[in-house]
C-alpha cells in the first residue's frame, strides 16, 4: 500500500470516528445513498513539494450528505466535519505536518430534505518520513535527511 493510500484511509477512519457519519471512498449519486449522514472523500490530486525535506500535498474533495427536516442538523454536521479535518494533524504527527479546509460549499437548502457540503481539503505530509540518503563522492558525505555537509579527513 502507498503512503498516500494509507493517508487517505487513516483519513476516513479519523473522519468516522470523530463525526457521526459512515465515511466511504469516492463519490456517489444521491440516489444510490442509503445511509445518513455520510461522507465521500475523493483524492483530486497532488503536488510534490522540496524544501529540505520531501513532501506531498494531497488535495481531497470531502461530500457529505444528510437528512433532516430543517437546516440546523445538517450545519452541525457540516460544523462536525470541519472540526475532524482540523483535528486530524494533531493525531498523526509522525508524517502529517498540516491538514486544513480550504473551502466550505453547501446546496443552500436547495435539495431539501437532504443536505449536501463540499469540502476541498489539503494534506502536507511528508513523502518518507525516515529518508535518509548518503551519497559519497571523493570525501564529501552528504546526508539529506538533515542536509548536513561532513568532510572526512582520511
Known sequence: MSHRTAIINSFIAHLENHTSAVGYRGYRFLHEINSFPSFYVAFQNEARLHRGDRYGIL????RGYSWADNVDPFELYMRE????V????????RFVDEARVISVRTDEGVMQPYGIVDLNVEILYRLDPNFTSTV???STVVTAD???IKVDNQ
Do not use: G, S, W
Open 59 to 62: 488535495a481531497l474533495n470531502i
Open 81 to 84: 466535519l470541519e472540526t475532524a
Open 86 to 93: 482540523q483535528t486530524y494533524r494533531p493525531q498523526h504527527l
Open 136 to 138: 559519497r563522492a571523493d
Open 146 to 148: 538533515n542536509m548536513i
